[in-house]
């Protein structure tokens, strides 16, 4: 008899990621018989995604049981897997995350996982997620954790510290970091094989390989960078210039991280744009539900995401690689703090997520990377105890924040815009 299992999907009622894990889910054939349970606060979005769902369903006879509800405990009851795509009035908070900082002078690329932007989103994520902690604590302890929301880095620390419940993070930023050096070499970006460790969205590509032969690639990234298009990824060649090695995963997610990283512009998210694609998607939707509109040949295709595989994974113990995944370290990087969430190749199976050490990180990039270290735990700290003294010393430890006046006026005017949702956790 083939095994099935229960997903809860938190944060089902967006348009874009909820139609990604979809995607991701129905292209799973050994999830076949499962049953989702999409949850949402907005009822009119969720049942709208719900109706889409079981329309993909049928269309590429998943053989999924679609259920759907506004009540979280209720869907909880009895999961294996829950999959974590929530984020606290999105766009308009992290407009201001990073609008606020600019105003006081403080020079950052994005405002998300790094810099006053990052703490501010730390303070008020870490509250609803430990809601979700708390209800698997007491209705399926045993169900795994699958982490989407931002900032990565700092949800899984704070469970690594603070909770017992399996986590894992993921995030496609190894992806886009392959496929930078791939266009760079001129190869066909599945050709490239690449294997990397560090932070979330703060990796090193340790190796960079032919996925057919094996040959190592780095010299041929090294020759081919020389003469690419110098306005392409020219805040991380930079560094890839003066370090040796390719960080992950975009020249302004890198950027959050480093005390010149306005270096890599300073427009901030395109706010304006992603609400148009979401209006967008959001009509697609509702055109392809009324029938007036063929569904898109891409709905059915999986998105590249890699929560399906790890769940798919354990349900079967099918021992599969995952290329990279969130994960606290504890000696998985000997050179970076234990008490910390690392990114890394990862493999699963029935027993769980097994992260995979590269050995230690090359000396200087260890060193990067254990400054923005202590702001993340600091940082954690902070929004766990809902404390706005630790909350002013994560700013003054963050290599972005150069002023400590600054600081204090970026702090008072934030705190009082998330005040809403700053608590304390335990």
Request: aromatic share 8%; net charge negative; proline share 5%.
């Given at each position: 008899?083939?095994?099935?299992?229960?997903?809860?999907?938190?944060?089902?009622?967006?348009?874009?990621?909820?139609?990604?894990?979809?995607?991701?889910?129905?292209?799973?054939p050994?999830?076949?018989?499962?049953?989702?349970v999409?949850?949402?606060?907005?009822?009119?979005?969720?049942?709208?995604?719900?109706?889409?769902?079981?329309?993909?369903?049928?269309?590429?006879?998943?053989?999924?049981?679609?259920?759907?509800?506004?009540?979280?405990?209720?869907?909880?009851?009895?999961?294996?897997?829950?999959?974590?795509?929530?984020?606290?009035?999105?766009?308009?908070?992290?407009?201001?995350?990073?609008?606020?900082?600019?105003?006081?002078?403080?020079?950052?690329?994005?405002g998300?996982?790094?810099?006053?932007?990052?703490?501010?989103?730390?303070?008020?994520?870490?509250?609803?997620?430990?809601?979700?902690?708390?209800?698997?604590?007491?209705?399926?302890?045993?169900?795994?954790?699958?982490?989407?929301?931002?900032?990565?880095?700092?949800?899984?620390?704070?469970?690594?510290?603070?909770?017992?419940?399996?986590?894992?993070?993921?995030?496609?930023?190894?992806?886009?970091?392959?496929?930078?050096?791939?266009?760079?070499?001129?190869?066909?970006?599945?050709?490239?094989?690449?294997?990397?460790?560090?932070?979330?969205?703060?990796?090193?590509?340790?190796?960079?390989?032919?996925?057919?032969?094996?040959?190592?690639?780095?010299?041929?990234?090294?020759a081919?960078?020389?003469?690419?298009?110098?306005?392409?990824?020219?805040?991380?060649?930079?560094?890839?210039r003066a370090?040796?090695?390719?960080?992950?995963?975009?020249?302004?997610?890198?950027?959050?991280?480093?005390?010149?990283?306005?270096?890599?512009?300073?427009?901030?998210?395109?706010?304006?744009?992603?609400?148009?694609?979401?209006?967008?998607?959001?009509?697609?939707?509702?055109?392809?539900?009324?029938?007036?509109?063929?569904?898109?040949?891409?709905?059915?295709?999986?998105?590249?995401?890699?929560?399906?595989?790890?769940?798919?994974?354990?349900?079967?113990?099918?021992k599969?690689?995952?290329?990279?995944?969130?994960?606290?370290?504890?000696?998985?990087?000997?050179?970076?703090?234990?008490?910390?969430?690392?990114?890394?190749?990862?493999?699963?199976?029935?027993?769980?997520?097994?992260?995979?050490?590269?050995?230690?990180?090359?000396?200087?990039?260890?060193?990067?990377?254990?400054?923005q270290?202590?702001?993340?735990?600091?940082?954690?700290?902070?929004?766990?105890?809902?404390?706005?003294?630790?909350?002013?010393?994560?700013?003054?430890?963050?290599?972005?924040?150069?002023?400590?006046?600054?600081?204090?006026?970026?702090?008072?005017?934030?705190?009082?815009?998330?005040?809403?949702?700053i608590?304390a956790?335990?």
């Amino acid at each position: 008899m083939a095994r099935t299992t229960r997903i809860v999907l938190l944060g089902a009622s967006s348009a874009s990621f909820g139609l990604s894990m979809l995607r991701d889910l129905f292209a799973t054939p050994e999830l076949r018989g499962s049953t989702l349970v999409m949850v949402g606060l907005d009822a009119a979005r969720l049942a709208t995604m719900a109706e889409l769902a079981k329309l993909l369903n049928a269309t590429t006879g998943a053989g999924f049981v679609i259920e759907h509800t506004t009540d979280r405990r209720a869907a909880l009851d009895g999961a294996s897997f829950v999959i974590n795509a929530t984020a606290i009035d999105r766009n308009r908070l992290w407009k201001m995350d990073f609008e606020v900082p600019k105003k006081h002078g403080i020079r950052h690329p994005l405002g998300e996982n790094g810099g006053p932007g990052g703490l501010f989103f730390t303070l008020r994520t870490l509250p609803l997620v430990f809601d979700f902690i708390r209800d698997i604590e007491e209705l399926c302890p045993e169900a795994l954790f699958l982490n989407y929301s931002n900032p990565e880095s700092r949800i899984v620390l704070a469970l690594g510290r603070y909770s017992k419940v399996r986590c894992i993070g993921l995030c496609h930023g190894i992806f886009m970091g392959r496929d930078a050096v791939a266009d760079i070499m001129g190869l066909p970006r599945e050709r490239v094989e690449v294997w990397g460790a560090g932070l979330n969205h703060f990796q090193c590509l340790l190796q960079i390989r032919d996925r057919l032969t094996g040959e190592d690639l780095a010299p041929r990234l090294r020759a081919a960078e020389q003469s690419f298009d110098p306005n392409a990824w020219r805040f991380t060649r930079r560094l890839y210039r003066a370090f040796g090695h390719w960080l992950t995963c975009s020249d302004d997610h890198l950027g959050e991280y480093l005390a010149y990283g306005w270096e890599a512009g300073e427009r901030g998210y395109d706010f304006a744009g992603d609400d148009r694609s979401r209006v967008e998607t959001l009509a697609q939707i509702d055109a392809v539900l009324a029938g007036t509109m063929p569904i898109p040949h891409w709905w059915t295709e999986p998105s590249g995401e890699r929560g399906a595989a790890v769940i798919a994974a354990m349900l079967h113990d099918q021992k599969r690689f995952i290329e990279s995944g969130i994960v606290m370290n504890r000696g998985v990087i000997p050179n970076l703090p234990a008490e910390l969430a690392v990114e890394v190749p990862v493999t699963v199976d029935a027993a769980g997520v097994h992260p995979v050490s590269l050995g230690p990180l090359p000396d200087p990039i260890a060193k990067l990377m254990l400054m923005q270290a202590s702001v993340q735990q600091l940082a954690v700290e902070a929004a766990v105890h809902a404390s706005k003294e630790l909350a002013l010393q994560a700013l003054l430890i963050d290599p972005v924040v150069n002023s400590a006046v600054a600081a204090e006026k970026i702090l008072d005017e934030l705190w009082e815009i998330n005040r809403p949702y700053i608590r304390a956790c335990v």
